[in-house]
């Protein structure tokens, strides 16, 4: 008999269930590249409004949110900063560079898994030199910090390099795709995870469980100019409304990702318990740390249990397809 796969590969691979497609199915809809859409407009207002920003815009996927705002903040001969494993550097197929024509530095976690410290950001920064030298205009933050395991970073963290950003004059980003699980598993609202930034990018087709879409939001201003910069990016859409719609219902099931917390710790418990070496997670990923990483993964798609490579470890992502009950059974399988 074959064995149900139990995908762990990512928060990504939700499937819509039946309150989400019939949002969809009933989405009120509109042209959005020649007008407006009017679900389309409700998410991206909900949004802003809970980052605690002007306004918001919804795109395809994480990856043009983020290039969208470094378009927008560099310029050729521009450097920008991000901790060591962020997802803009390794992840977005150099497009930074490629397209928003930054050049990448990457800054060390001196302060912990996934997280740089004040006085790095400074230090990299630098001063202004002469006009042939290469110039820092910009800081990338992550958050939660997806290669090293989840990681998160708190309030009084994210002032304090926000403040050492403007300290050094740069602007911020940040890489929020999975910032409702930061909030949730500190207690707190989003809003207070993007207090100063310029512009930031959340997700909706992670542990929200929308099949597509992300949020890039900042000022007005920017979402003016972010509207045009998604347009050429060949991100325009029409009936946007149907996409959206998944978003809204996401959105307003954020506080349920704590489930997703309890099922990685779960996870990681009995991994521990069978002699893996894992890390401590602090919201829905597992990192396992193995001789053979190729070999571990096949092996764990023989038995039904579906991971994937990150950072060179074995990474498990619990989700609301895959939570206590199914995480009991991949261990049992193990």
Same mark, same amino acid.
């Given at each position: 008999?074959?064995?149900?796969? /139990?995908?762990?590969?990512?928060? #990504?691979?939700?499937?819509?269930?039946?309150?989400?497609?019939?949002?969809?199915?009933?989405?009120?809809?509109?042209?959005? %590249?020649?007008?407006?859409?009017?679900?389309?407009?409700?998410?991206?207002?909900?949004?802003?409004?809970?980052?605690?920003?002007?306004?918001?815009?919804?795109?395809?996927?994480?990856?043009?949110?983020?290039? /969208?705002?470094?378009?927008?903040?560099?310029?050729?001969?521009?450097?920008?900063? &991000?901790?060591?494993?962020?997802?803009?550097?390794?992840?977005? !197929?150099? #497009?930074?560079?490629?397209?928003?024509?930054?050049?990448?530095?990457?800054?060390?976690?001196?302060?912990?898994?996934?997280?740089?410290?004040?006085?790095?950001?400074?230090?990299?920064?630098? #001063?202004?030199?002469?006009?042939?030298?290469?110039?820092?205009?910009?800081?990338?933050?992550?958050?939660?910090?997806? &290669?090293?395991?989840? #990681?998160?970073?708190?309030?009084?963290?994210?002032?304090?390099?926000?403040?050492?950003?403007?300290?050094?004059?740069?602007? %911020?980003?940040?890489?929020?795709?999975?910032?409702?699980?930061?909030?949730?598993?500190?207690?707190?609202?989003?809003?207070?995870?993007?207090?100063?930034?310029?512009?930031?990018? %959340?997700?909706?087709?992670?542990?929200?469980?929308?099949? %597509?879409?992300?949020?890039?939001?900042?000022?007005?201003?920017?979402?003016?100019?972010?509207?045009? !910069?998604?347009?050429?990016?060949?991100?325009?859409?029409?009936?946007?409304?149907? !996409?959206?719609?998944?978003?809204?219902?996401?959105?307003?099931?954020?506080?349920?990702?704590?489930?997703?917390?309890?099922?990685?710790?779960?996870?990681?418990?009995?991994?521990?318990?069978?002699?893996?070496?894992?890390?401590?997670?602090?919201?829905? /990923?597992?990192?396992?740390?193995?001789?053979?990483?190729?070999?571990? /993964?096949?092996?764990?798609?023989?038995?039904?249990?579906?991971?994937?490579?990150?950072?060179?470890?074995?990474?498990?992502?619990?989700?609301?397809?895959?939570?206590?009950?199914?995480?009991?059974?991949? !261990?049992?399988?193990?």
């Amino acid at each position: 008999m074959t064995v149900q796969p /139990i995908d762990l590969r990512s928060d #990504t691979v939700t499937r819509p269930d039946a309150e989400m497609r019939a949002a969809m199915a009933n989405a009120e809809v509109d042209d959005d %590249v020649l007008g407006r859409d009017p679900t389309m407009d409700a998410l991206q207002e909900q949004v802003a409004d809970v980052l605690g920003v002007e306004a918001a815009l919804w795109v395809p996927t994480g990856c043009m949110g983020n290039l /969208i705002a470094l378009m927008s903040h560099l310029t050729r001969g521009d450097a920008f900063l &991000a901790s060591a494993g962020a997802h803009v550097l390794g992840a977005e !197929l150099g #497009t930074p560079a490629w397209l928003a024509g930054g050049m990448p530095v990457s800054l060390p976690d001196d302060a912990g898994p996934g997280r740089m410290s004040p006085a790095a950001v400074i230090a990299a920064a630098g #001063t202004r030199g002469a006009y042939y030298m290469m110039r820092t205009s910009l800081l990338c933050l992550e958050n939660t910090h997806n &290669a090293a395991g989840g #990681t998160v970073t708190t309030v009084d963290e994210h002032a304090a390099l926000v403040a050492a950003a403007r300290d050094a004059g740069l602007a %911020v980003h940040l890489d929020g795709a999975r910032i409702w699980n930061a909030a949730v598993a500190l207690g707190v609202k989003p809003a207070a995870l993007t207090a100063g930034v310029d512009t930031v990018q %959340v997700c909706l087709s992670k542990g929200l469980g929308a099949p %597509v879409g992300s949020v890039v939001a900042g000022t007005a201003a920017f979402v003016d100019e972010a509207r045009r !910069l998604r347009k050429m990016l060949g991100g325009g859409v029409r009936q946007g409304g149907i !996409l959206a719609a998944a978003g809204l219902v996401g959105l307003a099931r954020r506080e349920e990702l704590a489930e997703d917390h309890v099922a990685a710790v779960v996870l990681a418990d009995g991994l521990r318990e069978r002699g893996w070496d894992v890390n401590v997670p602090q919201t829905n /990923i597992v990192l396992a740390t193995v001789v053979d990483l190729p070999g571990t /993964i096949a092996r764990l798609a023989e038995v039904g249990v579906l991971a994937g490579p990150m950072a060179g470890k074995v990474r498990f992502i619990t989700h609301r397809d895959a939570g206590r009950t199914q995480v009991r059974e991949a !261990l049992s399988r193990l």
